[in-house]
């Protein structure tokens, strides 16, 4: 778009930055919020301040929270002794909506990805065993991407889990090879885990 102010510009930019949203698409949601009234861009403005002021992980699983502890960790109906493991918290919104696991839920950040200098200390593995000591896990059902990162991150998860003598799984291949959780639907993901395997 030529001739375009450099305020709203700078706001385009902005958006263009985020997963998925090309410039043009960019362009277009700054003429959106432009043509909102004050109020409703305020709104915006304020949900995106209270995201970065109220948000954070949560100290048993890595999950985002609201509070120290995320609501799923803190609801004593869940399976306290089974864990599934996934790559980011945007993972658990499918697994959870399949309603296909009742456990709880532990987070590594990312996998392993030395080319993006992503390597086993910046992932959440340790937290994971020093969990599963303390609160005598039985299984650990590992729900790593189907992508060579996310292979490679669950064996590394389950070799490191090993000495602790819990039961490790991995789900089944319903998810296909180089896809992400995030966009799986939800009878697949509920014959993933249904179908799992011992790692």
Not at 107 to 128: C, K, M, T, Y
């Amino acid at each position: 778009m030529s001739g375009i102010p450099p305020t709203l510009q700078t706001l385009a930019d902005q958006l263009a930055k985020l997963p998925g949203i090309g410039k043009k698409s960019a362009q277009r949601m700054a003429i959106h919020i432009l043509k909102q009234s004050t109020d409703q861009a305020n709104l915006l403005a304020q949900a995106i301040l209270d995201v970065k002021a109220k948000l954070q992980l949560c100290s048993s699983c890595f999950n985002i929270s609201e509070g120290e502890r995320c609501a799923i960790c803190s609801d004593t109906r869940r399976d306290q002794q089974m864990i599934c493991v996934v790559e980011q918290a945007t993972d658990i919104l499918p697994l959870e909506k399949s309603q296909a696991f009742s456990g709880l839920y532990h987070v590594l950040g990312g996998v392993l990805a030395p080319l993006d200098r992503q390597n086993e200390s910046d992932l959440h593995i340790e937290e994971l065993v020093h969990r599963i000591r303390r609160d005598q896990v039985r299984e650990v059902i590992i729900a790593t991407n189907p992508t060579s990162e996310g292979e490679t991150t669950a064996l590394l998860v389950a070799q490191r889990l090993k000495p602790t003598g819990v039961k490790v799984t991995r789900i089944a291949r319903g998810v296909p090879v180089g896809s992400e959780l995030e966009f799986a639907d939800e009878a697949t993901l509920t014959r993933a885990l249904q179908g799992r395997g011992e790692l």
